[in-house]
């Protein structure tokens, strides 16, 4: 299947400083991908839905201000958490779709990331 | 209404058993329902994936049972292993975004 590769695996920051997530598609192109993030035994929720050329659309009760989105490539997505605090300490996990091989099908995840925040 | 409803919440079974992971949904617009394996740290990898289309489909040891009069499916893992051990996700999805269960916790013991 098609690879998205996340990076880094695991960070851990100061509070108020900010970080940087990379989500790529090694093997494909993809014009949209997803974020999640993921609490400890819970589900994984939608964070936004980060669109090659133009702005991320985020879900309801996601601040864009905080959670800053780049999709510069058709290959690369960047999630920049700002001003981090410890409330933002969770599991991120990017996703993407290779819309070429199959179109409104099979969602790819990365490895994801996790952040703490002291 | 986007909620996916996954049950149970984690589940035992012995080696060789077939533990058996049900979901229910009530968007009638959602087409495409894939099943997710997580294992800790990790991210969630792909399963297998059913479209409404069918009603069954078998991939390997898994089979997903699709009803959907009843707006159900589950996940049926045959001759299960120690290695299935993990929590798994059920999802649907309409358009480009999925919609996640809750998850399901499973250990299989020796």
């Known amino acids: 299947g098609a690879v998205v590769s996340q990076h880094p695996s695991w960070v851990i920051c100061k509070s108020g400083t900010s970080v940087k997530i990379e989500c790529r598609s090694l093997?494909?192109?993809?014009?949209?991908m997803f974020w999640y993030r993921q609490f400890p035994k819970q589900s994984l929720m939608l964070m936004a839905t980060s669109n090659e050329g133009s702005k991320a659309t985020y879900e309801q009760g996601v601040e864009k201000d905080k959670f800053l989105i780049n999709h510069a490539s058709l290959t690369l997505s960047t999630l920049t958490v700002t001003s981090a605090h410890p409330e933002d300490s969770s599991f991120y996990i990017c996703?993407?779709?290779?819309?070429?091989?199959?179109?409104?099908?099979?969602?790819?995840f990365g490895s994801g990331t996790q952040l703490s925040v002291l | 209404q986007q909620q996916v409803k996954q049950s149970p919440q984690s589940l035992i079974v012995q080696k060789g058993g077939i533990p058996i992971i049900n979901c229910a949904y009530e968007n009638t617009a959602f087409d495409y329902f894939p099943w997710y394996q997580q294992f800790p740290g990790k991210g969630p990898a792909l399963l297998i994936a059913?479209?409404?289309?069918?009603s069954e489909k078998k991939e390997g040891r898994f089979t997903i049972s699709f009803n959907k009069s009843a707006k159900q499916f589950s996940l049926h893992i045959m001759d299960s292993q120690p290695g299935d051990s993990a929590t798994y996700f059920c999802?649907?999805?309409?358009?480009?975004?999925?919609?996640f269960g809750t998850g399901t916790r499973l250990t299989i013991i020796p």
């Open positions: 093997d494909f192109q993809a014009t949209t």
């Open positions: 999802a649907a999805s309409g358009n480009e975004k999925l919609t």
């Open positions: 059913i479209r409404p289309d069918v």
């Open positions: 996703s993407a779709r290779d819309q070429s091989r199959d179109p409104g099908g099979k969602l790819f």
